[in-house]
């Protein structure tokens, strides 16, 4: 067997240890699924063996499902019958060996999660190690699925209802004290006892036989809406589960389901009730969205799957960050914090001192949080180094831009740095709004060129979009991809363009609900439909955070640089009012949608029902729900038309790491497969002719849906 030993010790008892020899991980993967069952056959059948150990030889016990397997799977169409057929194996291998008739104990030395937390649970007992980093949990809800090897059906038979509830809605992971103190353990012990323990309860003659098992077992529970402290239970969390995601979720609504419907049944019977609400989870498109976005794509993303191959790795050592404003500093932080040294610029000592201040603030919080030691926030707040002096730029080996957004000063900053770097050290610019090729032009090697555009609070923000400009080499985007690695950060490639692809569709969102607060839509149906939507915030409080300023000066730049060939967007005269008639420029400038009333909480202006006044119709929240995400999906295809965009992935990822654009939907892109790309044509032909030419597809899109393929299959 290739990922599990089998050790039989002289007194009878056997030694599973799970050994992943592809991965630092144990998975639960094919492969292992079926060396574990061909294990739990030769130990029931030979009679030398008493009971098993089950333990691990990595730091980890056991992750969850190895998700690679599904890529495949969701790009040819998952059906419910493959999703079947995916939980199956695990499941029917975990009740053979809870009811092979030897006893199995788990020597939990490690995590285990998802998939490996089910195995924990299918063993007759549990012992683990008292490590904090040794968390149990089942956090499949939060990919969209629930736990599809028969971990709704023990965790509620072995901790009840309640508890099982809470733990999987919440998808969280528990310290060993705590799965202890829950029931979800049977004892804590030092490591170096961990398998010895394991050997004690063995020896005890432990019966192996499960308490669901027994004749005549009936938890409290199944007597279903009969018992009236349960009734009441399951009545609220239903509801509770909905209101929490929005009905956007199906995951959480078929977790209470399994749960509900599989205690009041016979073990057996509760299993395939799980099995049928995980194969509707996982043949669905949300599961399917987050998955292939947040874990499939994002991993491959994170492990530079755009990095043009045959150039040699170049590690940065020592990065070079020209402004230390609010993006200058988090970038210097995100760097010192990835072991690199950083070089600080700005104009004067006391701004550069103030990017480097920002740093130690952000540790002293980490500090606090016992995210680091202070040692460790010592050794990063020393990698920063502030200055006036462009001579300190000599020895970096990447510089990044983050002055003001105004290109004198760029190209004047881009000339001096310029004059002191090595020949061959790249420059990076973090404009959000300045075409790329154009800044270039101030730097005499425009071949090393290339825009990594960060979001902020840097610190937070998973995405970095890097941006080719028309000069820009295949060996610079290898090495801004390396240093996006070395941060920890997941790296998009998107082509030059006015806003680039992220600012760009962002741009739509805020225009579009500027539009409907023009139309007389009621300022709170608006935002309360974007967020039912998924969106993070809404609109209008979205505008007020950047300002109502960037949007217009970006449309201005743009109007004085294409001249007609620009059209306005629909909100300019939301935003010209706002501006100029209302004085009110967002919450930076003391109010905007919003007021932001000293110590209380912010809410709509009430001069708004003045300055736009509702409409006597409203629409249907369905509509304009539709409304604020197509705008942003057909934008996206935009992109991919113009080849802004290389790749549907990097629409996907943008969107949802960039601004938040739902997980459910899977991104941008993703919801265009999702509603069909047929139905989103159609559906947005139908918005453009009752709202503008702006929701029109175009010829490109059309064919694509007429020829009947949608992005990703
Ligand atoms: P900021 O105003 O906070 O910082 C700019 C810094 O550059 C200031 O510390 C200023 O003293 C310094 N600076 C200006 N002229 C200089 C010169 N000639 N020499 C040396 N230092 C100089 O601005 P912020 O927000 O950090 O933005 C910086 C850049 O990042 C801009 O290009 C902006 O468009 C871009 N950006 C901003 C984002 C945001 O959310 N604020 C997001 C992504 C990109």
Redesign the pocket.
Known sequence: MKHIKLDIEADGIAVLTLDNADESMNLVSPEFISEFAEAIEMIAADDAIKGTIVTSAKPAFMAGADLKFLGAAFDKGMTVKDALAFRQAPSDMHRRMETCGKPFVAAINGLALGGGCELVLSCHYRVIVDDPKAVVGLPEVNVGLLPGSGGTQRLPRMVGVERALSMLLGGESVPPAEALARGIVDEVVPAADLLEAARRWLRGNPDPLREWDRKGYKPPEALGLLNLKLAQHFTMAGPAASAKTLHNYPAPIAIVSSVFEGIQLPFDAGLRIEGKHFARLLSGPVARNIIRTTFLNKGKADRLSRRPAGIPKSPVKTLGV?????????IAHVAAAGGIDVIL????ME?AE??KAYSASLLSRDVERKRRTQAQADAVLARISPT?DYADMAGVDLVI??????TA??A??TARAAAVIPAATPFA??????PISGLAEAFERPADFIGL????PVDRMPLVEVILGKKTSEATLARALDFVGQIRKTPIVVNDSRGFYTSRVFQTFIHEGMALLQEGVAPALIENAAKQAGMPVGPLAVTDE?TIELPMRIAKQAEAEMGTAYKLPVSYDVMRRMLDEFRRPGRKGGGGFYDYPEGGRKHLWTGLKDAFPAAAEQPDVEEVKKRILYIQALETARCLEEGVLADPVDGDLGSVLGWGFPTYAGGTISLIDTVGLPEFVAECDSLAQRFGARFLPSDWLRQKAAAGSGFYS
Request: charged residues 20%; without cysteine; hydrophobic residues 45%.
């Open positions: 020209l402004g230390a404003g609010m993006m200058g500093a988090g610029l700005d104009a004067t701004q103030k990017g006036v831009e983050a002055v003001f957004e105004d000063i760029k004047d900053v610019s973090n404009t959000s709004t300045l555009h960060f979001f902020s950047v």
